[in-house]
Each structure stands twice: as structure tokens, then as C-alpha cells.
């Protein structure tokens, strides 16, 4: 798994590329911790994102947590079909708000 | 090579061994990715289970994953020493309850009754071995 930061007009964006799963949670973890530390509105670009296990998703769990004790704002953009099933079998669709494009994804974070 | 046979060590690193041959059984077998990644989800969910809950020694144990492709079928096996556990008769997560008020492990299981036909537990000889089953699309593997 690999995170890249980048950001457009003001918004912060973490692309993550590869598999979510318990190997790779504790980075991915560490990595979106970091960055919302600093970045309170944030997009999560997950097109390159393979699959992402329960391991994953305790993990997006606590950072949308920690980010509306905040104030701040997580949206999610670019969800495969594999990784859109994936959230829909754990019910984390309802959790975030997610945009197909990573233009829709910084236009909603922003708003 | 329809089938893949290897022994892990109770620790998550040892997951990744199991994600490689898997994928490599998918490129002999010329699977594509959605029979693909089912199953590697699957048994990060029961691998991690295992070696997280299954021990309380703190000693090394050893996890036996088999993975084959038959009959129109990617069959998963993982059979572990650990303290008898029956994740099928774990209770259904409430999916609208928030993650921190679920029963621990009760995602991991709910996503891998989600992803698998045909889940399957026994306790044989202090060993609990769960079968997972997942039916190939028509058009994949096995072809002539």
C-alpha cells in the first residue's frame, strides 16, 4: 500500500494505490492520523485502492471520528466496484460521504 | 498447479505470503480479479482472527491455508491449533450500530459470509479447519 498527499485549491488529498488489510492497516492508519492532525477537511481518492478489509475499515472508522471531534470533514472519492460492494457489505457506505470524481470529492469537503 | 498448499506462522507479517500465492494460483489458472480478490479479503479476515484471538501462550503456532480451484469453485481451507472457535456461530453484526459497539471480529466474519457461497466449521483431533467455497464465473478458469 502507498499513500500520496497532494493538494487542490486548499484541500488536502490522500491517494491511496494497493490492498487496505491488516498488514498495511497500522501505515495507512499512522499515515491518515498525520495528515489530519494538520488538514481538516480531507479527501481520500481511492481509485487505485484494490480491496480494503474489517482491518481497513476500523481504521476509517476512528478517522471519521477523530475528524468530526474536530470539526473537520472526510470525503471519500473514486470507489472501485470491488471496493464499493465492500462498503456496502459493512455498511460503511452510509458513513461517509462519497463523490464518483476527485473533483466532486474537494467541491463536497469544502462545502 | 490448481492448488496451493503452505504453513504460516502466527503472525500478521505471514499474511502476505498467503496474499502471493494466492495471486500467483490466479495467474497459472489465468483467474481474473473478481474471483480473485473475494478470497484474499476473505482470508485476511480469518487469518488475522486466528492469529489475534486464537493463542494465548504467546508462543509459536502454525496456520495451515490451502487454496484450490475445482470444479468451478475456489475452495479455501485453514486449519489452526488455537482455542476452539466457531466463527459461524458468532452473532450478525448490527451494521447500523456504530463499529465501536460491535462484538470484536464481528465485521471481519460478517464481510467474509458476504463474500463466500459457502462458509464451512469443524473441530477435528484440537484443530478448527474453516472451509471457504466461492463459485468462478461461467467464463472463468479451468478452461480448456
Same mark, same amino acid.
Given at each position: 500500500?502507498?499513500?500520496?498527499?497532494?493538494?487542490?485549491?486548499?484541500?488536502?488529498?490522500?491517494?491511496?494505490?494497493?490492498?487496505?488489510? *491488516?498488514?498495511?492497516?497500522?501505515?495507512?492508519? $499512522?499515515?491518515?492520523?498525520?495528515?489530519? =492532525?494538520?488538514?481538516?477537511?480531507?479527501?481520500?481518492?481511492?481509485?487505485?485502492?484494490?480491496?480494503?478489509? *474489517?482491518?481497513?475499515?476500523?481504521?476509517?472508522?476512528?478517522?471519521?471520528?477523530?475528524?468530526?471531534?474536530?470539526?473537520?470533514?472526510?470525503?471519500?472519492?473514486?470507489? =472501485? =466496484?470491488?471496493? =464499493?460492494?465492500?462498503?456496502?457489505? $459493512?455498511?460503511?457506505?452510509?458513513?461517509?460521504?462519497?463523490?464518483? *470524481?476527485?473533483?466532486?470529492?474537494?467541491?463536497?469537503?469544502? *462545502? | 498447479?490448481?492448488?496451493? !498448499?503452505?504453513?504460516?506462522?502466527?503472525?500478521?507479517? @505471514?499474511? #502476505?505470503?498467503?496474499?502471493?500465492?494466492?495471486? @500467483?494460483?490466479?495467474?497459472?489458472?489465468?483467474?481474473?480479479?473478481?474471483?480473485?480478490?473475494?478470497?484474499?479479503?476473505?482470508?485476511?479476515?480469518?487469518?488475522?482472527?486466528?492469529?489475534?484471538?486464537?493463542?494465548?501462550?504467546?508462543? !509459536?503456532?502454525?496456520?495451515?491455508?490451502?487454496?484450490?480451484?475445482?470444479?468451478?469453485?475456489?475452495?479455501?481451507?485453514? !486449519?489452526? /491449533?488455537?482455542?476452539?472457535?466457531? +466463527?459461524? #456461530?458468532?452473532?450478525? +453484526?448490527?451494521?447500523?450500530? +456504530?463499529? !465501536?459497539?460491535?462484538?470484536?471480529?464481528?465485521?471481519?466474519?460478517?464481510?467474509?459470509?458476504?463474500?463466500?457461497?459457502?462458509?464451512?466449521?469443524?473441530?477435528?483431533?484440537? %484443530?478448527? %479447519?474453516?472451509?471457504?467455497?466461492?463459485?468462478? #464465473?461461467? /467464463? @472463468?478458469? @479451468?478452461?480448456?
Amino acid at each position: 500500500m502507498n499513500v500520496h498527499e497532494c493538494v487542490i485549491d486548499g484541500v488536502t488529498v490522500l491517494e491511496v494505490e494497493g490492498r487496505i488489510d *491488516s498488514l498495511t492497516a497500522p501505515d495507512f492508519e $499512522a499515515q491518515l492520523v498525520a495528515t489530519l =492532525s494538520t488538514a481538516q477537511r480531507l479527501v481520500l481518492d481511492l481509485r487505485q485502492l484494490l480491496y480494503i478489509s *474489517s482491518a481497513g475499515f476500523r481504521v476509517l472508522y476512528r478517522a471519521v471520528t477523530q475528524a468530526k471531534q474536530k470539526d473537520g470533514k472526510l470525503v471519500l472519492c473514486g470507489l =472501485s =466496484s470491488t471496493v =464499493s460492494e465492500l462498503f456496502a457489505i $459493512a455498511g460503511f457506505n452510509r458513513l461517509f460521504t462519497i463523490t464518483a *470524481s476527485r473533483e466532486e470529492g474537494v467541491t463536497a469537503v469544502a *462545502s | 498447479m490448481s492448488s496451493i !498448499e503452505t504453513t504460516i506462522k502466527n503472525s500478521i507479517a @505471514e499474511i #502476505a505470503r498467503v496474499v502471493a500465492l494466492v495471486e @500467483e494460483l490466479a495467474s497459472v489458472q489465468q483467474l481474473p480479479p473478481s474471483s480473485i480478490w473475494p478470497l484474499n479479503v476473505a482470508l485476511d479476515e480469518v487469518l488475522s482472527n486466528i492469529i489475534s484471538y486464537g493463542h494465548e501462550d504467546g508462543a !509459536e503456532h502454525e496456520i495451515c491455508v490451502r487454496v484450490s480451484v475445482e470444479h468451478g469453485l475456489v475452495v479455501a481451507e485453514v !486449519e489452526d /491449533d488455537g482455542k476452539a472457535f466457531d +466463527p459461524l #456461530a458468532a452473532p450478525t +453484526p448490527e451494521i447500523d450500530v +456504530p463499529l !465501536e459497539e460491535r462484538s470484536v471480529g464481528g465485521l471481519g466474519i460478517h464481510i467474509v459470509r458476504n463474500l463466500m457461497d459457502e462458509v464451512t466449521y469443524s473441530r477435528i483431533a484440537g %484443530r478448527n %479447519r474453516l472451509t471457504l467455497k466461492r463459485a468462478l #464465473a461461467k /467464463d @472463468e478458469g @479451468e478452461r480448456a
